[in-house]
């Protein structure tokens, strides 16, 4: 659990729920910027995750989640019919990455080497690293957990995987991950 806070603490921001949400969306309506800026500390980090775990390139999930967060900028619905405000940004995020694959504006851009990193304290882990030891079936179970804090049974429920395989399943991801704080 130690080394799961440690990550959560550094991805994750304070958490939002539903009605906070409305209310800063029928701010942004009265053009109110500020609430742009709450919005964007709450969730860019966590729509450019997801962004970067379907496109894998670093570039285009900044965009991605640039035009996510401009998408909500011009919101044009009524806020009060916001149900989940998770599932309506995972919506937006995954629409918006379709939306770069049908303009055809993907290409491999100049990505920075897997061995070239941004410099932070060497005691910290990239997000990038624990995605690259884990897989596919992982990556999609800790991006839900870890990011967007869905619980492990609600996970569990959409997969259609017994939630006792699925708490198996994220023990394995938390060894895979101490195993790689181990190894620097």
């Given amino acids: ?3 799961e806070m440690c990550i959560r603490d550094r991805i994750l921001a304070e958490n939002m729920n539903t009605q906070e949400f409305r209310s800063l969306i029928e701010q942004l309506q009265k053009n109110d910027i500020s609430a742009l800026e709450r919005l964007y500390t709450e ?3 966590k729509i450019y995750v997801h962004a970067l775990y379907q496109v894998k390139d670093r570039d285009v999930a900044y965009d991605t ?4 967060m401009m998408r909500l900028y011009r919101y044009a619905g009524n806020a009060e019919e ?3 405000h998770v599932g309506l940004l995972t919506a937006m995020t995954d629409n918006a990455v379709k939306d ?4 055809g504006a993907f290409c491999k851009s100049a990505a920075m080497p897997e061995s070239q990193t941004l410099s932070e304290p060497e005691d910290m882990l990239w997000l ?3 995605l690259a030891a884990l897989t596919e079936e992982e990556r999609g179970v800790f991006i839900d957990h870890a990011i967007w804090e869905k619980p492990l049974k609600e996970i569990a429920a959409q997969r259609s995987i017994p939630y006792i395989t699925l708490r198996r399943m ?4 938390k060894k895979k991950i101490g195993a790689i704080y181990s190894q620097s």
């Fill in 1 to 3: 659990m130690g080394s």
């Fill in 43 to 45: 969730y860019f980090g």
């Fill in 65 to 68: 989640a640039m035009n996510v």
């Fill in 82 to 84: 916001i149900k989940n």
């Fill in 100 to 103: 770069h694959y049908r303009r």
């Fill in 128 to 130: 990038s690293d624990i």
């Fill in 170 to 173: 994220y023990g394995g991801i």
